[in-house]
C-alpha cells in the first residue's frame, strides 16, 4: 500500500470565545492536506458575475438528447401559463427588465436570487444568457463590450475551459489538488497515531508543548468525553415480555414436534386420504411459522436525540466557527410514471412537502421522474415550484406540521392551538387562498394543454398550407399531407416528451431525454425575504430559499427494456450523482409525502452516529392515510411494519420496502462496507481486497488524469485489469465514476471519537459548492439514455436490481448479503404518510404483485438458500421466508376444503376426538395467542390489527397468492407471462363518501377460489347436519369436528364475504351463480362418488322431512 504525505502547515488560535459562556481549551492545530483542507482557489472564493450567469443559463435551459442525438439546450421565458409575480427567484424564465446589449438579440438580462439583473462583466454590458453561452463557447471567453476576457472568479482570473470533472459540485473540486491526489486520506484518518478531540485537531502530546507541561491544554481525553454523546440509542424489549415470549416459541415449537408426530403415528385408517392431505398441510404450516417466528427473538426499539445532532453539526465551534451546517446532502427522489393514475396534484403536494422538509436548504435536492415524459407532469411541478414560494418560507415561519397543503388544510384539528405569533390567522387565510387557486391551475391543466396546442396546431396548419400553396402544390396532395398534432409548451414550442396524440419520437415509449431545473441550487448564505407589500406576507425573518428541484424523464426507445420503476431509479442515481451528487439517497413514491418535516434528521442520526458507516439504508415504517376505520383488508399492514420490521432490526436489519427508505449512494454502487477491522484492503487500490468486491473506501480519488496514471503506475497486472473494469461496471462517463469517492468521503460520520474508525473530520462539509453549470446538465443527460446501462452492471449488481416486479427486495438483499447492515426508524410522530387502496379487488391486485415478486425470488440467484456467508443466519432465515411464503397457499387451499370434505364423507382427519387430540390442540392454539398478546405488547399495535392480519393472510392465500404461484410456474417452466385483470367493473354512486371505494365491486378471476371455499363449506355444514339429525347412528364428535373447522375457515373470510356485498349487497349475478354451481357441483360429485351409507343412492340414506 503506497502512503503519502503533504506539508503541514501550524495555526495557533486562541481567540476568545464569542459563542457564550462555553469556553474553548487553548490547542494548536495539525492539519493536513486532505480532501476538506485544501488551498481551494476556486472553492473558497465567492462565485463571479460571469458564473453567476452561466449557472442561470443552465438553470433555465431545458435540455434534451438521447441515443444518436446531440444535447440540446434551450432557455425557456417560462415555463408555466401563472403571472411571474407568483414565481421564485430560484425558477427558470425569470429575466430583468433590461435588454441584451448585443445588437440583433432581443433576450432579456437574467437575475439572481433577490432578482437583480446579472451584469458578468464589470464595463457594464449588459448580456442575455444565450448570448453569454455563445461568448465563452466561440468568442474565448470575450466580453462583446469591453472586448476583454470576463472573469471567472473574484479577485482576477479569465475563465478556464474547464473538462466536465472538473466542473462537478463537489468539495472535492479543485485545481490545487492535483499535487496531493496521491494523499490517503484514509490512512490520515485511520491509522494516524494522533489522539482526535474536538473538532478538526490533532492533540499534541504533552512532551511537545512549550513549557514542558501541560501548556494549558487540559487533558484531551477528558475533554474529548465530555463533549461527545451518541445520537442514538437501542432501547431493548422488557425482559418481562421477551423473555416469556422467547420461552414461549420454544414451547409451541416443542408442541408441533410431538403433535406431528403423534399425527404421523396415528393414522386414520378409515379415511387415510383425509389424514394424509392433513398431515402434508400441518407440516408445511409448521415450517411456515418457523420460517416466520425465528426472526423474532430478538426485536429492539430504537430512539434519535436531535439535539445531538444540531449540536455536532450546526454549533459553531472551533471547527466550524461559523456554524455553518456540516450535514452531508441528500438527494431525495420522488417516481411517477401515469398522470391519468397518479393525479398530478397529488405528486405536487408530495413535492411541497419535501421542499419544506426541515433540513439544511442547500444541502437538499429533490429529483421528480417523470416515466411517462408528460406534459401534464412538468407543467404541475413548475406550479408546485411556483406555490412553494409561498407554502415554504408560510411552513418555516410557523413551524406547520405536516407541509403537505392538501393534508393540512384538511386535518380535523384546531388549526390555531400553540400558535403564538399574531399574524398566524391573516397568514394561514392568504395561503389557504393562494392554494385552492393553486388547485385549479393544476386541475386545469390538461384542458389548458389542450387548449393550447391545438391553437398552435392551428396556427401551424395555416401557416403549412399558406406555404404549399404559394409552392403551387395541387390541392389533392396538399390534403393528403397531414402535420402531427404536437403537445406546446407554455413558451410556444414543441414539448420533447410524450405528445397527447402519439407520434414519432413522441409517444410514452418513444421520446427523448428531458431534464428541467426547476429551482436551481440555492446559495449558500440565508436569503430573507423583502419588506412585505399590504396584502402580502411578511417573511423578512424567514429564509426564503427553496432546495434544488429537477425534472427528469429518461430516454426512451422501442426494443429497449427500460425495466420500469427500478430503471427510472438507477437514470436518477446517474444524473444526481454528476448534478449534485448527495452522499445519501431518499426514494419516495408520489403519493408518499414528507409527514414529519425533521424525519430527515432521524434518519440522519443513524447514518452520522458510531457505527453508521456500515449502513447501508434507513428504512421507516408506511403509514397510510383514507382507510376505513375498520381496516377491512388489513391495509394498514401493521404487523408486518411493527412486529416483522422491529424484529429484523435486531438481526441485520429490515427489508427494503419500496418507499420511504434513505440510502447510503455508495452501498447501491455494490460496494461492500467498511471493514470491521483495521487492514489493508480498506485503504487499497480499487477491487484490491478481493477479486470480485471492493470496499467503498478503496476506491481512489479520480480527480485528474495525472493521479489516475500515477496509481496505475504502483498497480500490478491484476489491479491494472481491474482498474479497467470500472467503466465496464458504471459506464463510461467519467463524471460519474469520479463522483463516487467524493460521495463516500462526504458520507463518512464525524471522527470526532476514537470509535469512530471510519470517520470525516468535522467541518468538512461547511464549504460552499459551486453553481451547476451546462456541462453538467449535458452530461446528465448523456447518463439517462437508453444506451447507456449497455454492457455494464446497472440493474445487474449497481444500483436497483433488475429481473423482478418486487426489485426493492432484491436490492436490500443484495446490501445485506454484501455485508451491510440497515436500521428501522420509527419515529414518535409519524415520518412519511401515503395512500393504499382500500378495494378488495385492488388490494388483491396489489397482493398479487407482491407475491408474483416473491416466487421470481425463490426461482432465481436471488433465494436466500444461495446466500453468502456475510448475512447472518437469522436474516437469511427471513429472506427465505420472502420467497416461500406464496407456497403456503397450495396447502392453505387444501386445508380450506378439508372441513367440507370432511363433513360430506361422514369422515375427519383423526380417527376421533380423543383426548391427546384436543390437548395438542388446545396447547397449540393457547400457545400462539398468548405468543399473539406478548407481540402486540412489544411492538404497540392492537389485537384487532392482528386479527385482521389473521384474516387477511388466509384472504390473500387461497386467491392472489395462488395465482402467484401459478404465474411463476408458468413463467418458469413454461416461459407463459400471464397476468391477472379486471374483467368488469360497477362504481357506486355516493361520491361525498369518504371510503366510497370501499363498497365499488370490480370483478376478477382472483375472486373465484375463496369464492368456492364459501359457498363449498356452507353447503357442507348444512349436507352434514341435516345428515346427522336423520341419521340413524349420529356421529355427532365427527360433525362437530368438521363444522368447527369449516366456521375457522368462514370467519377468516368474512371480511372477503362482506365485499363482496358491495354496500347494500349490489353484487353481479355472475358471481353467486358461477360460485353456486362450482360448489354445489363439487357436493353433489362427492356425494355420488362416496356415498355416506353405504348405498348406492346419491345422498345415500338421507331424506328431507
Request: net charge neutral; proline share 6%; charged share 20%.
Amino acid at each position: 500500500m503506497r502512503k503519502s504525505r503533504g506539508p503541514i502547515r501550524h495555526y495557533e488560535d486562541d481567540r476568545e470565545s464569542d459563542l457564550g459562556s462555553v469556553g474553548y481549551a487553548n490547542y494548536t492545530v495539525h492539519i493536513p492536506p486532505t480532501p476538506d483542507n485544501q488551498p481551494m482557489e476556486i472553492a473558497l472564493s465567492s462565485p463571479s458575475k460571469a458564473q453567476h450567469v452561466e449557472a442561470q443559463y443552465a438553470s433555465g435551459s431545458l435540455f434534451t438528447g438521447g441515443y444518436s442525438l446531440a444535447t440540446r439546450n434551450q432557455l425557456k421565458d417560462k415555463v408555466i401559463e401563472s403571472e411571474i409575480g407568483h414565481r421564485h427567484p430560484q425558477m427558470p424564465g425569470l429575466k430583468g427588465s433590461s435588454s441584451c446589449s448585443v445588437p440583433g438579440c432581443e433576450g432579456k438580462v437574467l437575475t439572481d436570487e433577490r432578482g437583480d439583473e446579472i451584469i458578468p462583466c464589470d464595463c457594464g454590458h449588459k448580456i442575455c444568457g444565450e448570448c453569454y453561452s455563445d461568448a465563452v463557447r466561440t468568442g474565448d471567453g470575450v466580453c462583446p463590450g469591453c472586448k476583454e476576457a470576463y472573469k471567472r472568479r473574484e479577485g482576477g482570473g479569465e475563465i478556464v475551459r474547464m473538462s466536465t470533472m472538473e466542473q462537478r459540485l463537489s468539495l472535492m473540486k479543485s485545481d490545487s489538488m492535483k499535487r496531493y491526489s496521491s494523499f490517503d486520506d484514509n490512512n490520515w484518518l485511520f491509522e494516524s497515531k494522533g489522539v482526535y478531540g474536538y473538532g478538526n485537531a490533532m492533540w499534541p502530546k504533552d512532551e511537545e508543548s512549550s513549557d514542558g507541561g501541560s501548556g494549558g491544554f487540559g487533558d484531551p481525553h477528558a475533554f474529548k468525553d465530555k463533549q461527545w454523546r451518541p445520537l442514538t440509542r437501542k432501547l431493548p424489549i422488557s425482559a418481562a415480555i421477551i423473555s416469556p415470549y422467547r420461552l414461549l416459541i420454544l414451547v409451541r415449537m416443542a408442541a408441533l414436534v410431538l403433535f406431528l408426530y403423534w399425527r404421523i403415528t396415528n393414522p386414520n385408517e378409515s379415511a387415510m386420504w383425509l389424514w394424509g392431505m392433513s398431515v402434508v398441510c400441518e407440516v408445511w404450516f409448521a415450517f411456515s411459522w418457523l420460517l416466520d417466528q425465528l426472526p423474532k427473538l430478538s426485536p429492539v426499539n430504537r430512539v434519535t436525540d436531535l439535539d445531538v445532532l444540531k449540536q455536532k453539526f450546526e454549533t459553531p465551534s472551533p471547527a466550524n466557527p461559523s456554524g455553518k451546517s456540516d450535514l452531508p446532502g441528500i438527494d431525495i427522489f420522488v417516481s411517477t410514471a401515469d398522470p391519468e393514475k397518479e393525479p398530478p396534484l397529488v405528486t405536487a403536494n408530495t413535492i411541497l412537502s419535501i421542499l419544506a422538509a426541515d433540513y439544511p436548504v442547500e444541502k437538499l435536492s429533490c429529483y421528480v421522474s417523470d416515466d411517462g415524459g408528460a406534459l401534464l407532469t412538468f407543467e404541475a411541478m413548475a406550479e408546485a415550484a411556483s406555490f412553494a414560494n409561498l407554502w415554504v418560507p408560510f411552513c418555516r415561519k410557523h413551524g406547520i406540521e405536516p407541509r403537505n397543503p392538501e393534508t393540512y388544510f384538511n386535518l380535523k384539528r384546531d388549526p390555531f392551538k400553540n400558535k403564538v405569533r399574531l399574524d398566524f390567522v391573516r397568514d394561514r387565510r392568504l395561503v389557504k387562498r393562494e392554494y385552492d387557486e393553486f388547485k385549479v391551475r393544476v386541475n386545469g391543466l390538461t384542458d389548458a394543454i389542450r387548449r393550447r396546442s391545438d391553437a398552435w396546431n392551428a396556427r401551424e396548419e395555416i401557416k403549412a398550407l399558406k406555404k404549399r400553396k404559394e409552392s403551387g402544390m395541387d390541392e389533392e396532395l396538399m390534403e393528403r399531407l397531414k402535420i402531427p398534432k404536437a403537445t406546446w409548451m407554455a413558451d410556444g414550442t414543441h414539448w420533447p416528451g410524450t405528445w397527447s396524440i402519439p407520434a414519432p419520437e413522441h409517444s410514452r415509449g418513444d421520446h427523448a431525454s428531458i431534464i428541467q431545473v426547476m429551482l436551481k441550487p440555492p446559495s449558500d448564505d440565508p436569503l430573507k425575504g423583502e419588506e412585505p407589500e399590504p396584502a402580502s406576507l411578511d417573511f423578512t425573518e424567514v429564509d426564503i430559499r427553496l432546495p434544488m428541484l429537477v425534472y427528469i424523464s429518461r430516454e426512451k426507445r422501442p426494443g429497449y427494456d427500460h425495466n420500469k420503476k427500478a430503471g427510472a431509479m438507477n437514470a436518477l442515481v446517474r444524473a444526481s450523482a454528476i448534478m449534485s451528487n448527495g452522499p445519501f439517497i431518499l426514494n419516495l413514491d408520489c403519493d408518499h409525502y414528507i409527514y414529519n418535516s425533521q424525519a430527515l434528521r432521524e434518519g440522519m442520526c443513524f447514518m452520522m452516529d458510531r457505527g453508521g458507516e456500515r449502513l447501508c439504508y434507513i428504512q421507516f415504517p408506511q403509514r397510510f392515510e383514507g382507510i376505513d376505520p375498520s381496516d377491512r383488508y388489513a391495509n394498514h399492514n401493521t404487523v408486518f411494519f411493527d412486529v416483522n420490521m422491529r424484529a429484523l432490526d435486531g438481526i441485520q436489519g429490515p427489508v427494503y420496502v419500496g418507499t420511504g427508505c434513505l440510502f447510503r449512494r455508495i452501498a447501491l454502487y455494490a460496494f461492500d462496507p467498511p471493514p470491521t477491522k483495521e487492514r489493508s484492503g480498506c485503504c487499497g487500490p480499487f477491487f484490491a481486497r478481493q477479486k470480485t468486491s471492493a470496499s467503498v473506501a478503496s476506491l481512489p480519488e479520480a480527480s485528474s488524469q495525472d493521479a489516475r496514471s500515477m496509481m496505475m503506475s504502483d498497480l500490478g497486472d491484476e489491479e491494472m485489469m481491474n482498474m479497467a473494469l470500472i467503466p465496464k461496471k458504471f459506464g463510461n462517463s467519467k463524471p460519474l465514476i469520479d463522483s463516487i469517492p467524493v460521495a463516500e468521503f462526504q458520507g463518512r460520520p464525524l471522527a470526532d471519537h476514537s470509535s469512530v474508525k471510519h470517520g470525516r473530520p468535522p467541518g468538512a462539509l461547511t464549504i460552499p459548492r459551486q453553481l451547476l453549470d451546462a456541462s453538467s446538465v449535458s452530461e446528465a443527460v448523456s447518463v439517462i439514455s437508453c444506451w447507456y446501462e449497455d454492457k455494464t452492471e446497472w440493474g445487474l449488481k449497481v444500483g436497483w436490481i433488475y429481473g423482478s416486479v418486487t426489485e426493492d427486495v432484491v436490492t436490500g438483499y443484495r446490501m445485506h448479503n454484501r455485508g451491510w447492515k440497515s436500521i428501522y426508524c420509527v419515529t414518535k410522530r409519524d415520518a412519511f404518510r401515503g395512500t393504499a387502496p382500500i378495494n378488495l379487488t385492488d388490494r388483491l391486485h396489489q397482493v398479487l404483485r407482491w407475491a408474483t415478486g416473491s416466487v421470481e425470488i425463490f426461482f432465481s440467484r436471488n433465494n436466500a438458500i444461495l446466500a453468502g456467508s456475510r448475512m447472518k443466519f437469522l436474516q437469511r432465515i427471513a429472506y427465505l421466508n420472502v420467497g416461500i411464503y406464496p407456497f403456503t397457499s397450495i396447502f392453505l387451499i387444501v386445508y380450506c376444503f378439508l372441513p367440507a370434505l370432511s363433513l360430506f364423507s361422514g369422515q375427519f382427519i383423526v380417527q376421533g376426538l380423543n383426548v391427546t387430540f384436543l390437548a395438542y390442540l388446545l396447547v397449540i392454539t393457547v400457545t400462539l395467542c398468548l405468543l399473539a398478546v406478548l407481540e402486540i405488547k412489544w411492538s404497540g399495535i392492537e389485537l384487532e390489527e392482528w386479527w385482521r392480519n389473521e384474516q387477511f393472510w388466509l384472504i390473500g392465500g387461497t386467491s392472489a397468492h395462488l395465482a402467484a404461484v401459478m404465474q411463476g410456474l408458468l413463467k418458469v417452466l413454461a416461459g407463459i407471462d400471464i397476468s391477472f385483470t379486471l374483467t368488469s367493473k360497477s362504481a357506486g354512486d355516493e361520491n361525498d363518501d369518504e371510503f366510497a371505494d370501499l363498497y365499488i365491486f370490480k370483478w376478477t378471476s382472483l375472486m373465484i377460489p375463496p369464492i368456492t371455499i364459501i359457498f363449498t363449506n356452507l353447503i357442507a355444514i348444512g349436507v352434514a347436519v341435516f345428515r346427522t339429525v336423520y341419521s340413524s347412528s349420529a356421529k355427532w364428535s365427527q360433525l362437530l369436528g368438521g363444522v368447527f373447522f369449516s366456521f375457522w375457515v368462514l370467519a377468516h373470510l368474512y371480511p372477503f364475504a362482506k365485499g363482496l356485498m358491495g354496500r347494500r349487497g349490489r353484487t353481479p349475478t355472475i358471481v353467486y351463480v358461477w360460485s353456486g354451481l362450482i360448489a354445489i357441483s363439487i357436493s353433489l360429485l362427492w356425494v355420488a362418488i362416496d356415498p355416506p351409507s353405504n348405498t348406492s343412492q346419491i345422498g345415500g340414506s338421507f331424506q328431507f322431512p
